[in-house]
């Protein structure tokens, strides 16, 4: 019996193949515990087109996330740190509060875990961040740091 499977079934295959097995697992396993359907010309059809409308979503996402980068490529925000007597800067700028400004500053809400930053800042100046818009699309904005 071909079955089109709905989601990963182990040792069968993954989701969305339309694969090929006895009828009785399929029957018996498959078809009660929502794991997929009969691959009858129908359901194909619908399968096709659902897949179909996913990857021109993905596109779209895609292209979305493109301009968004290209937009951001000269922008830059600004922040301030408490600096003691001889230079010393008290506490850091972490990715959290590099979200809340990008939230503040560029109107743009962006999740902290998919702000790029592999330590939290803890000096005055210029640094780059990465910004993960999209599983391929990476943006980089400045952070200044200034002296409160």
Do not use: C
């Not at 009969?38 to 996330?65: F, G, I, Y």
């Not at 999740?111 to 000096?123: I, Q, S």
């Amino acid at each position: 019996m071909k079955v089109i499977l709905l989601e990963d079934v182990k040792s069968v295959g993954k989701k969305g193949e339309i694969v090929e097995v006895s009828t009785g697992y399929a029957r018996n396993f498959i078809l009660p515990k929502n794991k997929g359907v009969e691959a009858t010309p129908k359901n194909v059809n619908d399968w096709k087109l659902k897949k179909q409308h996913a990857d021109k979503v993905a596109a779209e996402n895609l292209a979305a996330a493109r301009e968004l980068a290209e937009q951001l490529k000269d922008k830059s925000v600004t922040t301030t740190m408490k600096v003691g007597e001889n230079g010393k800067t008290f506490g850091s700028v972490s990715a959290k509060e590099v979200a809340e400004l990008l939230k503040s500053q560029l109107n743009l809400d962006i999740d902290k875990k998919k702000v790029l930053l592999p330590e939290p800042v803890k000096g005055l100046g210029g640094y780059r961040v990465g910004l993960k818009l999209h599983p391929e699309v990476t943006a980089e904005i400045l952070l200044n740091v200034t002296e409160e």
